[in-house]
């Protein structure tokens, strides 16, 4: 392995640092830089380990958006696996509902195809390269999933060393071996096929030959002078741009870091924001989403005087961005009260990666004889017709899944990772407001007293009676290390306040300073970073 800083918790280097999950994946991508591979390198080799040391949060099998700084601009990659081509399949999903606990939940797997095109793309190594780090764990393991695993690899591996022509091409033809697409050997997409038979799922080949990853604009806002960047509306992640314009108007640093006023305006703002969420996000390639309404100035300055200061809402209160009135007609209803991991990196010349590996891996030995785990993200659609957000030939579900970069003059200046489905973008936004309002850095930052709320729908409910999945208004999740004075008023405002001593959210966190990189993740979430030895 490379000559690295130790691998701890929080990590400083000018020539590169990785902050993910496990030790064994952070040690992975560190070791890709030290070999002179770039942070889109690391980042495939990084999210490949991942799944092996993470495994159970995130999966071969599963998905991991990433946004990319490449030294120019931000993009989004979506490595969002789809529903089946299958239109019987989708009628059986409409009348019987999207199951729990079945291979029926799983989307496409998309995990291969996303690091390959990062490679394609923005990287510089082979495949061989950038892998055997996670053989090394593969090859250390016990489970019957590891070498079935391992055995997946080798033969992608076997692919690209047998094939003529420049390291873009052999990428492609070991991913075209995984997903089927090859003229000759296709035995992996095919072992992938029988499991999906056997065990009842819908998926087939021509699902897995149809995938690819799209490289996308991202959504993205002004906030004080900093330009927050998210995937688009297929994630959560623009209701976080949307809770910010609702903030920027507040002075926190007056206010105060932790006060019951600075806690009651971020919830409220994040309530909502998470209220059209729930009405208007979907695939846009095939719901058309009204992204620009939303982010508006007009609609902000409607939406903004509905965060009552003296008092928590119960309610959840969609706003209409297309007749531009604060509240849509016939929305507001009064509800009842009622595994992801992490990846951040950035490399010697300015490249910066955020990547939210997932799979909510519910068949933890793997499928069959490839070694690759399922996840659950078609439960992340609904039945409900008419939503922007109901199961759909080929449709991309509307993901918790969220990346976070930001630039500062052009200049990227942080990048965060979250793991917490519907919590990861309130734990972002917790993150945000630490570093731009109170001046954290990531080590302070990760560690700071942090909140949300379950005043939302649950993202992975997919009852076709949206109402029924709301689930907890008026909820308030707060950090015990904040004062009980504060929890005090929170709760006179009509918060339900639940005090926990734990994390709230998983995050890793990047910041850019002065040429020199700072990562943390939360210790006490089992997070890990480590910078590059500058010698």
């Given at each position: 392995?490379?000559?690295?800083?130790?691998?701890?918790?929080?990590?400083?280097?000018?020539?590169?640092?990785?902050?993910?999950?496990?030790?064994?994946?952070?040690?992975?991508?560190?070791?890709?830089?030290?070999?002179?591979?770039?942070?889109?390198?690391?980042?495939?080799?990084?999210?490949?380990?991942?799944?092996?040391?993470?495994?159970?949060?995130?999966?071969?099998?599963?998905?991991?958006?990433?946004?990319?700084?490449?030294?120019?601009?931000?993009?989004?990659?979506?490595?969002?696996?789809?529903?089946?081509?299958?239109?019987?399949?989708?009628?059986?999903?409409?009348?019987?509902?999207?199951?729990?606990?079945?291979?029926?939940?799983a989307p496409v797997p998309s995990v291969v195809d996303l690091c390959?095109?990062?490679?394609?793309?923005?990287?510089?190594?082979?495949?061989?390269?950038?892998?055997?780090?996670?053989?090394?764990?593969?090859?250390?393991?016990?489970?019957?999933?590891?070498?079935?695993?391992?055995?997946?690899?080798?033969?992608?591996?076997?692919?690209?060393?047998?094939?003529?022509?420049?390291?873009?091409?052999?990428?492609?033809?070991?991913?075209?071996?995984?997903?089927?697409?090859?003229?000759?050997?296709?035995?992996?997409?095919?072992?992938?096929?029988?499991?999906?038979?056997?065990?009842?799922?819908?998926?087939?080949?021509?699902?897995?030959?149809?995938?690819?990853?799209?490289?996308?604009?991202?959504?993205?806002?002004?906030?004080?002078?900093?330009?927050?960047?998210?995937?688009?509306?297929?994630?959560?992640?623009?209701?976080?741009?949307?809770?910010?314009?609702?903030?920027?108007?507040?002075?926190?640093?007056?206010?105060?870091?932790?006060?019951?006023?600075?806690?009651?305006?971020?919830?409220?703002?994040?309530?909502?924001?998470?209220?059209?969420?729930?009405?208007?996000?979907?695939?846009?390639?095939?719901?058309?989403?009204?992204?620009?309404?939303?982010?508006?100035?007009?609609?902000?300055?409607?939406?903004?005087?509905?965060?009552?200061?003296?008092?928590?809402?119960?309610?959840?209160?969609?706003?209409?961005?297309?007749?531009?009135?604060?509240?849509?007609?016939?929305?507001?209803?009064?509800?009842?009260?009622?595994?992801?991991?992490?990846?951040?990196?950035?490399?010697?010349?300015?490249?910066?990666?955020?990547?939210?590996?997932?799979?909510?891996?519910?068949?933890?030995?793997?499928?069959?004889?490839?070694?690759?785990?399922?996840?659950?993200?078609?439960?992340?659609?609904?039945?409900?017709?008419?939503?922007?957000?109901?199961?759909?030939?080929?449709?991309?579900?509307?993901?918790?899944?969220?990346?976070?970069?930001?630039?500062?003059?052009?200049?990227?200046?942080?990048?965060?990772?979250?793991?917490?489905?519907?919590?990861?973008?309130?734990?972002?936004?917790?993150?945000?407001?630490?570093?731009?309002?109170?001046?954290?850095?990531?080590?302070?930052?990760?560690?700071?007293?942090?909140?949300?709320?379950?005043?939302?729908?649950?993202?992975?409910?997919?009852?076709?009676?949206?109402?029924?999945?709301?689930?907890?208004?008026?909820?308030?999740?707060?950090?015990?290390?904040?004062?009980?004075?504060?929890?005090?008023?929170?709760?006179?405002?009509?918060?339900?306040?639940?005090?926990?001593?734990?994390?709230?959210?998983?995050?890793?966190?990047?910041?850019?300073?002065?040429?020199?990189?700072?990562?943390?993740?939360?210790?006490?979430?089992?997070?890990?970073?480590?910078?590059?030895?500058?010698?």
């Open positions: 392995m490379a000559h690295t800083n130790e691998i701890g918790w929080q990590a400083e280097s000018k020539t590169g640092v990785v902050a993910a999950g496990g030790a064994g994946a952070v040690a992975a991508g560190i070791d890709i830089l030290a070999q002179g591979g770039n942070a889109a390198d690391a980042a495939a080799g990084t999210i490949f380990a991942l799944n092996v040391t993470d495994h159970g949060a995130c999966s071969i099998g599963g998905e991991v958006p990433v946004l990319i700084y490449d030294g120019q601009q931000v993009k989004s990659l979506s490595g969002m696996g789809r529903a089946p081509r299958s239109q019987t399949a989708i009628d059986w999903y409409m009348q019987h509902g999207i199951p729990d606990k079945d291979i029926k939940m390959i095109t990062l490679l394609q793309r923005y990287g510089t190594l082979s495949f061989a390269s950038i892998i055997a780090p996670t053989l090394d764990l593969l090859d250390k393991g016990q489970e019957v999933w590891h070498r079935n695993l391992a055995k997946t690899l080798k033969r992608m591996l076997d692919e690209e060393a047998r094939t003529n022509g420049s390291r873009e091409e052999k990428l492609q033809a070991a991913c075209n071996r995984f997903y089927g697409r090859h003229p000759e050997r296709n035995d992996i997409a095919e072992e992938l096929e029988a499991f999906y038979i056997e065990q009842g799922g819908f998926l087939r080949r021509e699902d897995l030959a149809a995938h690819q990853t799209l490289i996308e604009d991202p959504v993205s806002v002004n906030y004080k002078g900093y330009e927050v960047y998210k995937c688009g509306t297929w994630t959560q992640g623009p209701y976080l741009c949307q809770a910010l314009r609702l903030l920027e108007k507040f002075d926190f640093k007056g206010i105060g870091a932790f006060s019951a006023d600075y806690v009651h305006a971020a919830i409220e703002a994040i309530k909502l924001a998470t209220a059209d969420r729930d009405t208007y996000y979907g695939d846009p390639l095939f719901e058309d989403v009204p992204i620009e309404e939303l982010l508006s100035d007009a609609y902000t300055e409607l939406r903004r005087p509905l965060i009552d200061m003296q008092q928590a809402s119960l309610d959840a209160r969609p706003g209409d961005p297309i007749a531009m009135r604060a509240i849509k007609d016939g929305g507001v209803f009064r509800p009842g009260i009622g595994g992801t991991t992490t990846c951040v990196i950035a490399d010697r010349d300015g490249m910066v990666i955020s990547a939210t590996p997932s799979a909510n891996v519910y068949h933890a030995g793997g499928s069959g004889t490839t070694g690759v785990s399922y996840g659950n993200r078609l439960r992340s659609l609904n039945t409900t017709p008419d939503h922007p957000n109901c199961i759909a030939v080929g449709k991309r579900p509307r993901i918790t899944l969220t990346p976070t970069m930001v630039l500062k003059d052009d200049k990227p200046v942080l990048a965060i990772s979250v793991a917490g489905g519907d919590l990861q973008d309130q734990t972002a936004l917790c993150l945000l407001l630490n570093h731009i309002e109170f001046g954290m850095a990531p080590a302070e930052a990760v560690v700071a007293p942090r909140f949300a709320t379950q005043h939302h729908e649950d993202s992975f409910d997919p009852n076709p009676d949206r109402n029924r999945t709301f689930l907890q208004a008026g909820s308030l999740t707060i950090s015990e290390a904040v004062d009980q004075d504060v929890r005090d008023q929170l709760t006179q405002r009509g918060h339900t306040i639940e005090a926990k001593p734990g994390p709230i959210g998983t995050p890793v966190m990047l910041h850019i300073d002065h040429n020199t990189y700072y990562a943390a993740g939360d210790p006490a979430a089992g997070r890990h970073a480590a910078g590059l030895d500058e010698n």
